[in-house]
């Protein structure tokens, strides 16, 4: 494990810490294991074909994770009420965009059209995982 890799690693643990802080289990969804599988699966894929698939999937989940986040902070926004709530969000989201960031730098460019059509279904996967969270 590359240092950057354990930072991110322990950033996300904070921002799951953090995040259920505000989260009462009770209101946490059933698909949290499906989730997880489904989580798990995303990085062991392509940590099957090397260390440049491996950051070209955490880039394309980072930008996925930033637009989720910027859905959520105008959707705070909007409503108001809610500074400390949004005030994490935001942190949250220049974490997400320091990842990406780093994520995109190690897997290099230009990736190859496999490993872009892969980040294509994970971007799209977990776009379809929030739709489907929503409704269940
Ligand atoms: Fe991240």
């Known amino acids: 494990m590359t240092p950057g890799t354990q930072r991110h ?7 799951l810490r953090r995040v259920e802080e505000w989260l009462p289990a009770s209101r946490r969804s059933w698909l ?3 989730w997880r599988l489904a989580g798990w699966t995303t990085g062991a894929l392509p940590a099957l074909f090397g260390s440049r698939a491996v950051y070209g999937t955490i880039a394309a989940v980072e930008t996925f994770v930033d637009t989720h986040y910027q ?8 409503e108001g009420g809610q500074d400390r709530l949004l005030a994490l969000l935001r942190q949250c989201q220049a974490d997400e965009l320091h990842h990406r960031d780093e994520a995109a730098a190690m897997a290099g460019q230009p990736l190859p059209w496999v490993l872009r059509a892969w980040c294509v279904v994970v971007g799209t996967g977990s776009a379809a ?4 969270a929503r409704r269940v």
């Open 9 to 15: 690693g322990e950033t996300e643990a904070e921002h």
């Open 32 to 34: 949290l294991g499906p």
């Open 129 to 132: 995982a929030v739709v489907v």
């Open 71 to 78: 859905q959520q902070i105008d959707h705070l926004e909007r």
